[in-house]
């Protein structure tokens, strides 16, 4: 299994600019999160999904971001306008949900910039 | 939301020595994680622990939980110089089913060849 693919690596956007983060969770996994990391606060959570359905977004901390999945093989995190401040790496993971809490996958991450 | 707090913030060994990290946690829990960070890299999965259990091993790894002191600590006997990264405990975000996870600060390892 090529384990969660996250596109792409490394991203460096001017303030203003949309941007766009991408997961591909691993197949048959029916839970996915969103996840940031920075120094000053750690790891965080941002939203999860389970079935494709946004379950908690209460993480996301402003309407700047928006997550979505289309389907079960894809999702994105959206934030429109990016701030410097949003500069941070993204994680996305993903679980396999039946009905006991399991491990989560995570992937390589997104460094983002925000100049 | 609840939140583990990993105690020491850093830990330097010398290879083939044992180490110890401690996480403690706020509210009642029915499961808690620790996870592996290598520098620039995602995290990677240890080992889950339930409520109703009070050790877990894993290879070189043991992970206790004390449900009446809200902590957990993770061993990592015969320690290697590949064991060097940060280390993460991790309690459900909402207690719910299919939750997110809280993620202490965590512990920095350094093993010294």
């Known amino acids: 299994d090529a384990g969660v693919i996250q596109s792409p690596r490394h991203e460096v956007t001017e303030m203003g600019q949309e941007v766009t983060l991408r997961c591909k969770p691993i197949s048959g996994h029916n839970s996915l999160f969103w996840y940031r990391q920075t120094m000053m606060r750690g790891l965080e959570l941002l939203i999860y999904?389970?079935?494709?359905?946004?379950?908690?977004d209460s993480g996301m901390p402003e309407d700047r971001f928006s997550a979505k999945m289309p389907n079960a093989s894809f999702s994105t995190l959206k934030i429109q306008p990016s701030e410097p401040r949003d500069s941070a790496v993204y994680f996305c993971a993903s679980s396999l949900w039946q009905g006991q809490m399991r491990e989560q996958y995570f992937g390589p991450g997104t460094r983002l910039t925000v100049t | 939301s609840q939140q583990g707090e990993e105690d020491p913030q850093a830990l330097s060994i010398q290879e083939g020595e044992n180490a110890t990290m401690n996480c403690s946690y706020k509210t009642s829990i029915n499961n808690l994680q620790w996870y592996r960070q290598n520098s620039g890299r995602g995290l990677v999965h240890l080992i889950l622990i339930r409520s109703n259990e009070r050790e877990k091993h894993s290879g070189r790894l043991r992970v206790t939980l004390d449900t009446s002191k809200k902590s957990s600590s993770l061993l990592i006997t015969a320690s290697r110089a590949a064991d060097t990264a940060s280390y993460f405990c991790?309690?459900?975000?909402?207690?719910?089913?299919?939750?997110?996870?809280?993620f202490g600060k965590g512990t920095h390892l350094i093993i010294q060849p």
């Open positions: 999904f389970n079935n494709n359905v946004p379950i908690d």
């Open positions: 991790a309690t459900p975000y909402s207690g719910g089913g299919a939750d997110g996870l809280t």
